[in-house]
Protein backbone atom coordinates (compact mmCIF):
# COMPACT_ATOMS: atom_id res chain seq x y z
CA UNK A 1 0.00 0.00 0.00
CA UNK A 2 3.16 2.08 1.00
CA UNK A 3 4.19 1.98 -2.65
CA UNK A 4 0.80 2.51 -4.27
CA UNK A 5 0.54 5.47 -2.35
CA UNK A 6 4.52 6.98 -3.32
CA UNK A 7 3.48 6.29 -6.90
CA UNK A 8 0.43 8.16 -6.92
CA UNK A 9 2.37 11.17 -4.79
CA UNK A 10 5.10 10.80 -7.56
CA UNK A 11 2.99 10.79 -10.55
CA UNK A 12 1.14 13.93 -9.29
CA UNK A 13 4.14 15.70 -8.94
CA UNK A 14 5.61 14.76 -11.89
CA UNK A 15 2.09 16.22 -14.03
CA UNK A 16 2.08 19.19 -12.14
CA UNK A 17 5.67 19.75 -13.19
CA UNK A 18 4.91 19.13 -17.04
CA UNK A 19 1.68 21.09 -16.74
CA UNK A 20 1.53 24.11 -19.37
CA UNK A 21 1.07 27.45 -18.29
CA UNK A 22 -2.15 29.41 -19.73
CA UNK A 23 -1.08 31.76 -22.21
CA UNK A 24 -1.33 34.90 -20.80
CA UNK A 25 -2.02 36.52 -24.43
CA UNK A 26 -5.10 34.36 -24.99
CA UNK A 27 -8.54 35.67 -24.59
CA UNK A 28 -10.42 38.93 -24.82
CA UNK A 29 -9.16 42.28 -24.41
CA UNK A 30 -10.69 45.41 -23.67
CA UNK A 31 -9.85 49.17 -23.53
CA UNK A 32 -9.01 50.27 -19.81
CA UNK A 33 -10.58 53.66 -19.56
CA UNK A 34 -8.38 54.93 -16.30
CA UNK A 35 -5.28 53.95 -17.39
CA UNK A 36 -5.74 55.22 -21.32
CA UNK A 37 -6.69 58.08 -19.98
CA UNK A 38 -3.57 58.14 -17.72
CA UNK A 39 -1.34 57.14 -20.81
CA UNK A 40 -3.16 59.60 -22.79
CA UNK A 41 -1.97 62.57 -20.44
CA UNK A 42 1.36 61.52 -20.15
CA UNK A 43 2.01 61.23 -23.57
CA UNK A 44 4.09 64.27 -25.25
CA UNK A 45 0.93 63.65 -27.98
CA UNK A 46 -0.78 65.51 -25.12
CA UNK A 47 1.43 68.24 -24.48
CA UNK A 48 0.59 69.37 -28.22
CA UNK A 49 -2.82 69.25 -27.68
CA UNK A 50 -5.19 72.70 -27.13
CA UNK A 51 -6.83 73.36 -23.94
CA UNK A 52 -10.01 72.34 -25.89
CA UNK A 53 -8.54 68.99 -27.77
CA UNK A 54 -7.86 67.59 -24.12
CA UNK A 55 -11.13 68.75 -23.02
CA UNK A 56 -12.63 66.23 -26.03
CA UNK A 57 -10.20 63.23 -25.34
CA UNK A 58 -12.21 62.01 -21.81
CA UNK A 59 -15.42 62.10 -23.86
CA UNK A 60 -14.05 60.25 -27.11
CA UNK A 61 -12.37 58.07 -24.84
CA UNK A 62 -15.11 56.57 -23.74
CA UNK A 63 -16.80 56.13 -26.76
CA UNK A 64 -14.03 54.13 -28.19
CA UNK A 65 -14.22 52.02 -25.04
CA UNK A 66 -18.02 51.49 -25.15
CA UNK A 67 -17.33 49.43 -28.97
CA UNK A 68 -14.17 48.10 -29.08
CA UNK A 69 -12.33 44.83 -28.06
CA UNK A 70 -9.49 42.60 -29.09
CA UNK A 71 -9.49 38.37 -29.03
CA UNK A 72 -6.32 36.58 -29.15
CA UNK A 73 -6.64 32.89 -29.96
CA UNK A 74 -3.78 30.84 -31.24
CA UNK A 75 -4.02 32.00 -34.27
CA UNK A 76 -5.64 35.00 -34.92
CA UNK A 77 -6.23 38.37 -33.82
CA UNK A 78 -9.75 39.25 -33.87
CA UNK A 79 -10.50 43.29 -33.29
CA UNK A 80 -14.24 43.70 -32.68
CA UNK A 81 -15.17 47.50 -33.41
CA UNK A 82 -19.19 48.12 -33.04
CA UNK A 83 -21.12 45.19 -34.89
CA UNK A 84 -17.29 45.25 -37.60
CA UNK A 85 -15.21 42.02 -36.70
CA UNK A 86 -11.83 41.48 -38.37
CA UNK A 87 -9.54 38.48 -38.02
CA UNK A 88 -5.87 38.57 -39.17
CA UNK A 89 -3.53 35.68 -38.75
CA UNK A 90 -0.42 36.44 -36.80
CA UNK A 91 2.96 34.50 -36.18
CA UNK A 92 5.08 34.87 -33.35
CA UNK A 93 8.28 36.17 -33.78
CA UNK A 94 9.90 36.51 -30.69
CA UNK A 95 8.49 36.15 -27.08
CA UNK A 96 9.85 36.58 -23.29
CA UNK A 97 7.50 36.83 -19.99
CA UNK A 98 7.30 40.67 -20.68
CA UNK A 99 6.76 40.81 -24.40
CA UNK A 100 5.85 39.46 -26.92
CA UNK A 101 6.66 40.62 -31.00
CA UNK A 102 3.61 39.13 -33.53
CA UNK A 103 4.35 39.44 -37.33
CA UNK A 104 0.23 39.88 -38.24
CA UNK A 105 -1.36 40.12 -41.49
CA UNK A 106 -3.36 42.07 -43.21
CA UNK A 107 -4.91 41.75 -46.48
CA UNK A 108 -2.18 43.51 -48.36
CA UNK A 109 0.35 44.33 -45.31
CA UNK A 110 2.63 42.75 -43.01
CA UNK A 111 2.30 44.41 -39.50
CA UNK A 112 4.67 43.91 -36.53
CA UNK A 113 2.97 44.30 -33.09
CA UNK A 114 4.15 44.78 -29.97
CA UNK A 115 2.54 43.84 -27.11
CA UNK A 116 4.30 44.68 -23.50
CA UNK A 117 2.81 43.01 -20.59
CA UNK A 118 2.43 45.79 -17.59
CA UNK A 119 1.14 43.59 -15.35
CA UNK A 120 -0.86 40.66 -15.08
CA UNK A 121 -3.84 42.22 -16.48
CA UNK A 122 -3.12 44.92 -18.21
CA UNK A 123 -1.13 45.03 -21.83
CA UNK A 124 0.09 48.00 -24.30
CA UNK A 125 -0.02 46.70 -28.30
CA UNK A 126 2.00 49.54 -30.20
CA UNK A 127 2.58 49.06 -33.73
CA UNK A 128 5.47 48.99 -36.46
CA UNK A 129 2.86 50.91 -38.81
CA UNK A 130 0.87 53.69 -36.76
CA UNK A 131 0.47 54.92 -33.58
CA UNK A 132 -2.88 55.69 -32.98
CA UNK A 133 -3.36 52.91 -30.51
CA UNK A 134 0.20 53.30 -28.51
CA UNK A 135 -1.36 55.08 -25.53
CA UNK A 136 -4.11 52.49 -25.35
CA UNK A 137 -4.01 50.41 -22.22
CA UNK A 138 -5.79 47.05 -22.38
CA UNK A 139 -7.57 44.67 -19.57
CA UNK A 140 -8.51 40.82 -19.57
Not at 22 to 48: C, M, Q, R, V, Y
Not at 60 to 88: C, S
Not at 90 to 108: G, N, P, Q, V
Amino acid sequence: MKIIIAILISLMILLSCTEKKPDPLLGTWIINFDETLKSIESSTAWNGMSPEEQELIPETLMEIVKYMAMEFTREKIVTHTGNFRTENLYKIKSKTEKEIILEARTEDTEVLLTIVFLDKRLIRITSANATEMDYYIWER
